[in-house]
Nanobody
Framework: QLRLVESGGGLVQPGGSLRLSCAAS????????IGWFRQAPGKEREGVSY????????NYADSVKGRFTISRDNAKKTVYLQMNSLKSEDTAVYYC?????????????????????WGRGTQVTVSS
């Protein structure tokens, strides 16, 4: 059974850092694009960052460019989201999601409806 589990969330002060992890089980991570999404209270879910199955393509929302870095270790079946210079507006539940890649890394989906498998999320709170 395909499963994604997020971890690494917590409470951090503005300007601080967190590293989120998305651990995969039940499938071969190498075959999947991974996206990180977030949803704040009262707001719609938004895409944060994406990485292709082979790690060669990445994409970031404008709001996190230069502050967040996505990476993956397929051998460890884990995708990471390093978040630096955190702001109060980064407060949200963060989800990772997987999309089966049939393009060999050539196409990186950027819409949440393109991702079929989702974790349950981890809470990130940025507050002083």
């Amino acid at each position: 059974q395909l499963r994604l589990v997020e971890s690494g969330g917590g409470l951090v002060q503005p300007g601080g850092s967190l590293r989120l992890s998305c651990a995969a089980s039940g499938f071969t991570l190498d075959d999947y694009n991974i996206g990180w999404f977030r949803q704040a209270p009262g707001k719609e879910r938004e895409g944060v960052s994406y990485i292709s199955s082979n790690g060669r393509r990445t994409n970031y929302a404008d709001s996190v460019k230069g502050r967040f870095t996505i990476s993956r270790d397929n051998a460890k079946k884990t995708v990471y989201l390093q978040m630096n210079s955190l702001k109060s507006e980064d407060t949200a539940v963060y989800y990772c999601a997987a999309d089966r890649d049939y393009s060999g890394g050539a196409f990186l989906p950027l819409r949440d409806y393109e991702y079929a498998y989702w974790g349950r999320g981890t809470q990130v709170t940025v507050s002083s």
